[in-house]
């Protein structure tokens, strides 16, 4: 039987590089895992991918999920509800894989609660003018929600210390290295290991 894989939870204020750091991780190949596509209200971005990128829902649908005990966690930002689909977390998981959630500090909060022994990475920006230059570059975001995003950023760095590690992401390559770090020093935890024990002596 393979052991379960080990849950990873990555967030960090909008704009800090989450996605980008993502995938630099899937390029470089620094570890194998999967990642868990979440479910959202909010719009498409121009070439984000229904399934890919986002599970794009309207709100009745969202709240219907939740009602009906779909969803690992789940938070309101920005106007938006965000969330993770259970099952196949629970799923990839139970097969061995690894799994990566991008996801705010409210809903990672919940994951911590019901799964403690996952990685929690917070990725922070090198100051908060640089955080905004960010956003501002990349373009997708209206000057209001900007704003928004800059006040919640603010309320979220202070979140930081609820997590296992931070990562400052000044260079992208040398978030990933930090992060490829932590992922192998997580697979050799003792807690981890000897679970694979406890089977073995088990049977
Ligand atoms: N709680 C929770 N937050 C999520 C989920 N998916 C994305 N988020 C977070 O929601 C926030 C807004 O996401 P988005 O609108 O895509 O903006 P971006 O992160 O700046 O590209 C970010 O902090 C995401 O990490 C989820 O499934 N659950
Ligand atoms: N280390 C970095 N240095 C400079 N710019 C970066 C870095 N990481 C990400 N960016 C840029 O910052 C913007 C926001 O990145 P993105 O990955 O969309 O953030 P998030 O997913 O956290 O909201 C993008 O334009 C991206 O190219």
Avoid: C, W
């Avoid at 629970?90 to 705010?104: C, F, K, T, W």
């Amino acid at each position: 039987m393979p052991s379960k894989g080990l849950l990873i939870v990555l967030s960090g204020p909008s704009g800090v590089g989450k996605g980008t750091v993502r995938q630099a991780l899937v390029e470089s190949h620094a570890f194998d895992f999967k990642y868990s596509v979440s479910m959202t209200t909010r719009n498409p971005r121009e070439g984000e991918v229904d399934g890919i990128d986002y599970y794009f829902s309207d709100k009745a649908s969202f709240e219907a999920a939740i009602e009906n005990g779909e969803m690992l966690e789940y938070a309101q930002y920005v106007d938006n509800y965000y969330g993770t689909p259970l099952k196949p977390v629970n799923d990839m998981l139970e097969q061995g894989h690894d799994v990566l959630l991008e996801i705010e500090v409210k809903g990672a909060m919940q994951v911590r609660d019901k799964i403690p022994e996952g990685a929690f990475i917070f990725l922070t920006p090198p100051d908060l003018s640089e955080l905004k230059n960010r956003i501002v570059k990349r373009g997708t975001d209206d000057l209001d929600v900007i704003q928004k995003r800059m006040t919640k950023a603010k309320e979220e760095i202070l979140m930081m210390e609820s997590y296992d590690y931070a990562v400052v992401n000044d260079e992208v390559d040398l978030a990933v290295q930090k992060i490829k770090s932590i992922i192998d020093a997580e697979h050799v935890r003792v807690d981890r290991v000897i679970d694979d024990y406890r089977q073995m002596l088990d049977k």
